[in-house]
């Protein structure tokens, strides 16, 4: 079975500065790491995932994440964040063998001016 | 990225009656397809998972003859949710995958506010 922990439901922080969302997992298999954001009122976005490879993935405005197998950890990186990335961010984990997402509960990022 | 189209994206509906949601993968075929639920400030809720021109899967505690899924073909798959009672308000989901693609990402459509009054 496999399960997602996010262990920050709300993260408050002032623009420009850095943030990190933690996310944490368990399986009994293999699995690939996603993070997705979602706007009010909207379906999710993909922000991120890894799959294979380097254990370091970024996106296109500027987050990354980095994958920890010992520590069973994908958390997600901003080194200066804006106010445009106010909003709902879900670590999810898919297993290898299956099709299934299992998201954790969701942080709540507010960007603060 | 590939687009999933969810219609409508609100609805108001009476106590008792059905509300058909849809969810069309716009530029890829989708041989999976998900739909959950998401109550306000909470995580989605897989509901059931439908493989196309097979009978959906659902979780447990889903009502299978309340929300009734049907996954005709690879670019399109329907949730009904019958005789719909106000606890049946909620943010619907649905996300994609084309499993023949190997691994992928699960892409998501604009989710639907359905409020039942």
């Known amino acids: 079975a496999q399960s997602v922990t996010q262990l920050d439901s709300q993260v408050p922080v002032f623009e420009e500065a850095p943030v990190e969302l933690r996310c944490n997992y368990s399986s009994s298999v293999s699995v690939y790491l996603f993070w997705y954001v979602q706007y009010p009122n909207q379906g999710l976005q993909l922000l991120l995932k890894y799959l294979s490879g380097s254990t370091l993935v970024e996106s296109i405005n500027g987050f990354e994440a980095e994958f920890n197998k010992s520590q069973t950890s994908f958390h997600l990186r901003k080194p200066s964040v804006h106010i445009s990335d106010t909003a709902e961010y879900f670590c999810?984990?898919?297993?290898?063998?299956?099709?299934?997402?299992?998201f954790g509960t969701g942080t709540s990022l507010t960007v603060i001016p | 990225g590939a687009v999933v189209s969810q219609h409508p994206s609100r609805v108001i509906c009476k106590s008792g009656t059905s509300v058909k949601i849809e969810c069309r993968s716009l530029d890829f075929q989708a041989t999976t397809m998900f739909w959950y639920r998401q109550f306000p400030k909470q995580s989605l809720m897989l509901m059931a998972t439908?493989?196309?021109?097979?009978?959906?899967?659902?979780e447990q505690g889903v009502e299978k003859d309340k929300f009734l899924i049907n996954h005709a073909s690879l670019t399109l798959s329907t949730l009904t949710v019958t005789s719909a009672h106000p606890e049946d308000s909620s943010f619907y989901i649905c996300s994609a995958r084309d499993l023949r693609k190997g691994v992928g990402e699960a892409f998501f459509g604009q989710g639907t506010r359905l409020t039942v009054v």
């Open positions: 999810a984990v898919s297993p290898n063998t299956g099709n299934q997402f299992y």
């Open positions: 439908s493989n196309e021109g097979s009978k959906a899967t659902y």
